[in-house]
């Protein structure tokens, strides 16, 4: 058996140890029998003295903080290669020391999990640490017993957890979105080894910038209905961080949240209670700004590394807070790169130190095996598109190369008063026009209010799992009302040379396209062995037309109803003839709805 080092992630909200053992890299969970999602392998890097004296690290340490901030310490990392020392319970501590018990714990677990001594690891710190803090680091290590027989920049931990260095000479940015702190790097990858061309980031911001903005919306929501400034209640105020937290999380899948807590506060003596829904949208709004600021200092770093957007090759996510969906879009809308998140981001930078340390040990560089979808999974809506409305607007739900199982919802809305029903559409794909993706399924939800006005929002929810089974679930929110289907082999149904088939085919198709319509006028077979016909979006369009036009007959004067039942007939009449003569009758009624809506 090669030595055992261990890679060690000391961050600053939080800590993670790893280590590859028969080729596969193992985060380990921090108390036994927690099972093996992300968040049973994270130690919040906090340190507290217990009522009975004794040490704690970790969860219980940050539970106690809240009650006893004298007794307990938390984001020594700030502090680190300062000579300065810390008070904890009376005492003072150096940086080192306070590092040290949490690098101490980690060592026990790791320990206690492999079953075997561990006195070497290898340490990730920030690109821009300085010599003294990374000496800082260093003694830290030792103090718990570690031999430091390497510290690593968290970036080129995280490029290789991803593996971006086998890739042949590519540049890389690692942004990375933690609790309290933000870093992007430019990294130069090549033939194995990484280097860090420029960083630059905010010490001061992260995810609790974000659950703060929802802390501030439930006080103003708690002082406009009940009059009460909860500000003044440390309690009610630690709740609520936890309700705006776990808010935010939601917020990364659903379309809407909750902050709820029974008993927040009392006043005069009656029990509040606090209930408020925020939506995704408002949510981001609140946000944007962090995300802008986050945004600038790409820039910054790519100009101090001399380069440009063209020159990267490819974005690599780190930390909790980039799975905020908005600080995904913004990246891919600005850099035109669609970030890569499929290793976790909370446990990549201490997977990368595990591979590190595991190569240092004479190991085969080992690869972190994550299951992934290949394709991009979403639905249409009735959208802008090319400056006019089309019904086949594309809205993807669940990314490529997103890790699975996955759940991921978005909120859509009815178009006009008392609709009752509405249809899904499911396809496979990235263009934006949904014609131009396979589709994989379609139902109809119906029984939906009808005294609802336009705008009655359904929540729908893609669910693919590990065997590439997607339920997709459509659920009106008022009334939970719902339908679904389940496709199977969502992910095997088009693999390979199937799929570069069917583009050729789609893409024949745009060969002869009537330049007019913009659409072909040829069949295409669908993968669920349906048809879409020729001229479909034609016929689309006449139902959406007439429909439309209908709607304006009841509140039209008599002379218009005319024209307009004369338009609907001539359209519908047509609709069994030719392409050519259904457009014209199209063009028609569109100019007289145009005449009567403006
Ligand atoms: P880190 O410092 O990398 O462990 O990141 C911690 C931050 O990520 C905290 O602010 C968490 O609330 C945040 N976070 C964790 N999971 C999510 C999620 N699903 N969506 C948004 N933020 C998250």
Redesign the pocket.
């Known amino acids: 058996m090669t030595e055992i080092i261990v890679g060690i992630d000391l961050?600053?909200?939080?800590s993670e140890v790893a280590i590859v053992r028969e080729g596969r890299v193992e985060v380990i969970p921090v108390a036994p029998g927690t099972g093996t999602g992300a968040g049973a392998r994270?130690l919040p890097s906090v340190v507290s003295v217990a009522d009975d004296g004794s040490l704690l690290v970790g969860d219980a340490a940050r539970n106690q903080y809240a009650l006893h901030p004298e007794r307990s310490v938390r984001s020594i990392k700030r502090r680190m290669g300062e000579y300065t020392a810390v008070q904890m319970a009376g005492k003072d501590y150096s940086p080192q020391e306070i590092s040290a018990m949490i690098l101490r714990r980690l060592r026990d677990i790791a320990e206690a999990h492999i079953g075997a001594t561990v006195n070497k690891a290898v340490i990730t710190v920030p690109a821009y640490f300085s010599d003294a803090q990374r000496q800082a680091t260093r003694e830290a290590g030792e103090i718990a017993g570690l031999e430091v027989v390497r510290i690593i920049n968290e970036p080129t931990a995280a490029a290789l957890a991803y593996e971006s260095c086998h890739s042949g000479a590519r540049k890389a940015l690692v942004y990375?979105?933690?609790?309290?702190?933000f870093d992007v790097s430019v990294v130069n990858l090549e033939s194995d080894v990484v280097e860090v061309l420029a960083s630059h980031g905010n010490n001061h911001l992260?995810?609790?910038d974000?659950?703060q903005k929802l802390v501030t919306f439930a006080v103003d929501h708690l002082k406009e209905k009940h009059d009460i400034d909860v500000r003044q209640q440390p309690l009610a105020m630690a709740r609520l961080q936890h309700a705006a937290?776990a808010a935010?999380?939601t917020?990364?899948?659903q379309p809407y949240a909750m902050l709820s807590e029974e008993y927040l506060c009392e006043k005069d003596d009656v029990p509040v209670h606090l209930s408020l829904e925020i939506s995704r949208l408002a949510y981001e709004e609140m946000i944007e700004p962090y995300i802008a600021e986050t945004i600038e200092a790409v820039h910054v770093a790519l100009s101090g590394a001399g380069l440009t957007v063209a020159d990267i090759n490819e974005i690599l996510l780190?930390?909790?807070?980039?799975?905020?969906p908005l600080v995904q879009r913004r990246l891919e809308e600005d850099l035109g790169i669609q970030p890569r998140a499929e290793v976790d981001?909370?446990l990549c930078v201490a997977m990368g130190a595990a591979i590190q340390a595991a190569v240092i040990a004479g190991d085969q560089a080992p690869t972190v095996l994550v299951d992934v979808t290949p394709y991009t999974f979403g639905t249409s809506v009735l959208e802008y598109f090319n400056g006019e409305m089309y019904p086949y607007c594309y809205v993807p739900l669940i990314r490529k190369n997103t890790p699975i199982p996955v759940s991921k919802s978005d909120g859509f809305c009815t178009i006009f008063d008392g609709q009752t029903k509405v249809d899904i559409n499911v396809y496979q794909g990235e263009d934006p026009d949904a014609l131009n993706n396979i589709e994989i399924g379609r139902f109809t939800i119906e029984g939906l209010r009808e005294d609802a006005p336009a705008g009655n929002a359904l929540i729908t929810t893609f669910s693919l799992d590990v065997n590439g089974i997607l339920q997709v679930t459509s659920r009106e929110k008022e009334t939970g009302l719902v339908h679904s289907i389940t496709i199977d082999n969502a992910i095997s149904r088009f693999t390979g040379d199937k799929l570069a088939e069917a583009r050729e085919r789609i893409d024949g198709l745009f060969g002869d396209q009537d330049g007019e319509v913009g659409r072909p006028g040829a069949e295409v077979t669908s993968s669920g062995g349906e048809t879409v016909e020729g001229g479909r979006r034609l016929r689309v369009e006449a139902a959406a037309l007439t429909e439309k036009a209908e709607r304006l007959l009841a509140s039209s004067g008599t002379e218009d109803a005319e024209d307009l039942v004369n338009g609907i007939e001539a359209v519908k009449d047509r609709l069994a003839g030719s392409d050519a003569e259904l457009k014209t009758a199209i063009d028609a009624l569109a100019d007289l709805l145009y005449y009567l809506d403006a």
């Open positions: 961050g600053t909200t939080n994270i990375d979105l933690g609790g309290g702190t992260g995810g609790d974000f659950d937290e935010k999380i917020l990364s899948d780190v930390g909790g807070a980039t799975r905020t981001p909370d």
